[in-house]
């Protein structure tokens, strides 16, 4: 069964540092999102692509954030720099359409620590 | 935007007893209501979808009911058995998916 793929599934980094994630949604997926989820709560949308192109990043922090799928299949996640407040889990879902009813599936993760 | 509130946050049951998670949104132009099953280190997986046109769906010991009028639904495990523990969130999504905070369901043998 074809399944999102995260990687790194860790990161430990210093403030101020750089630090980049990468997802593979399954593939034909047209639709891929990023979430953060703070221990203890639910996810929550950061940006989501349809294709190659940011259809809301309304919740994503510019300043630090950016988020690109350049060819409509892969994205990158990239904070610059990192703040301690950015320790989290990083999810990637992908789903076959952004319309309503299409289920997302999930990727592992990657837990970002930030010392 | 959507907001979301998810109760109990913690939910403890003996096997084989009833467990019942429920949810309320603000936004009465939401139309999807999926609930996804979280184990511990692992990646959420959807468990069962309700849309804003059916009041109840049933898939084995699962099951969603939804309140359009009253702006809630819930979510119905029976016969709870240890693997059901986990944590569980609630979603809605109107032009995108807001989660609830999460309950966290732990069933004893």
């Known amino acids: 069964e074809a399944e999102v793929a995260q990687s790194p599934r860790y990161k430990i980094t210093e403030k101020s540092q750089a630090v980049a994630f990468w997802c593979d949604p399954i593939s034909g997926h047209a639709t891929l999102y990023w979430y953060r989820q703070i221990l203890g709560q639910g996810p929550e949308l950061l940006v989501q692509f349809q294709d190659e192109s940011v259809v809301d990043d309304s919740q994503l922090p510019k300043d630090r954030f950016s988020a690109e799928r350049l060819k409509g299949v892969d994205s990158t996640l990239k904070i610059q720099p990192a703040e301690l407040g950015d320790s989290a889990m990083y999810l990637c879902a992908s789903s076959s359409s952004g319309t309503d009813y299409n289920e997302q599936f999930f990727g592992p993760g990657t837990r970002l620590t930030v010392l | 935007g959507e907001n979301v509130e998810q109760h109990p946050s913690t939910l403890s049951v003996q096997e084989g007893d009833s467990a019942v998670i429920k949810c309320t949104y603000s936004d009465s132009a939401s139309n999807y209501f999926p609930w996804y099953k979280q184990e511990l280190g692992k990646r959420p997986q959807l468990i069962i979808d309700i849309r804003s046109n059916v009041g109840e769906k049933k898939d084995q010991r699962i099951a969603v009911t939804l309140n359009k009028t009253a702006k809630h639904f819930s979510l119905h495990i029976t016969e709870t058995q240890p693997e059901d523990s986990a944590v569980y969130f609630c979603?809605?999504?109107?032009?995108?998916?807001?989660f609830g905070k999460g309950t966290m369901l732990l069933v004893s043998p």
């Open positions: 979603a809605v999504k109107y032009s995108t998916l807001t």
